[in-house]
């Protein structure tokens, strides 16, 4: 069965630094997503994506975060210098598109501590 | 984003039918009804989604009352595999970009 696979799946690093989470979306799907989840805590909505361009972000999704599909296959998400707050599992999605396929496919997520 | 209100936990007896309801009282005429659910340290799975009339699939049922403004999942014979939180989502339209918005989800305990 075809899966949203993400890389690393921990990550920790020091307050200030850049990270790069890493998600393969399933390849014939045509809109991704980022969410997070703080330990304990929602589901949160981040950002949306389709057709090479942010079609809808949440107010989380301040200046210190970027997404980029450099290819035809990967799907990423950059936070630039990371606050302790960002600490997170990070749970891409993706979706095919079309009335009939809502269903989204996330990944097993991205475990970020920031020390 | 229209609300759902779902309880905070339910437990369920291995094998034994589950049944987690969902209020959605402001549902509007063009909101979907999703249901997700995240086993621990998972990341949320799609079990089934529908507009207006009952859907089966080989996951579970879902009963959408006639007025909308309610909905039950059911989950038929409850395996151990089963514990997770489940969310009751609306989304508005049918349009796949459309964000999920996750609440608190209602926690199913399955005792052996």
């Known amino acids: 069965e075809p899966e949203v696979t993400q890389t690393p799946s921990h990550q920790v690093t020091q307050m200030g630094q850049e990270v790069i989470l890493r998600c393969v979306p399933i390849?014939?799907?045509?809109?991704f997503y980022w969410y997070r989840q703080i330990l304990g805590q929602k589901v949160e909505f981040l950002v949306s994506?389709?057709?090479?361009?942010?079609?809808?972000k949440s107010e989380i999704f301040d200046d210190q975060f970027s997404v980029e599909r450099p290819d035809g296959s990967n799907f990423t998400l950059k936070i630039r210098s990371t606050k302790l707050e960002d600490s997170a599992m990070y749970f891409c999605?993706?979706?095919?598109?079309?009335?009939?396929?809502?269903?989204?496919?996330f990944g097993q997520g991205t475990r970020l501590t920031v020390v | 984003d229209a609300k759902t209100t779902q309880p905070n936990s339910m437990e369920s007896n291995e094998e034994e039918p589950v049944h987690l309801p969902c209020n959605h009282s402001?549902?509007?005429?063009?909101?979907?009804i999703h249901w997700y659910r995240q086993l621990p340290s998972q990341g949320p799975e799609y079990v089934i989604h529908g507009l207006t009339s009952n859907v089966n699939n080989r996951m579970a049922s879902l009963a959408i009352a006639e007025d909308r403004k309610s909905s039950t999942l059911i989950l038929h014979r409850a395996t151990l595999r089963d514990a997770a939180v489940y969310y009751c989502i609306l989304s508005y339209g049918w349009a796949a970009g459309n964000k999920l918005t996750f609440g608190g989800g209602t926690r199913v305990l399955v005792k052996p």
């Open positions: 994506f389709y057709n090479n361009e942010i079609s809808e």
């Open positions: 999605a993706s979706t095919k598109g079309g009335q009939r396929n809502t269903e989204a496919f």
């Open positions: 402001t549902i509007s005429g063009t909101d979907y």
């Open positions: 390849s014939n799907h045509l809109y």
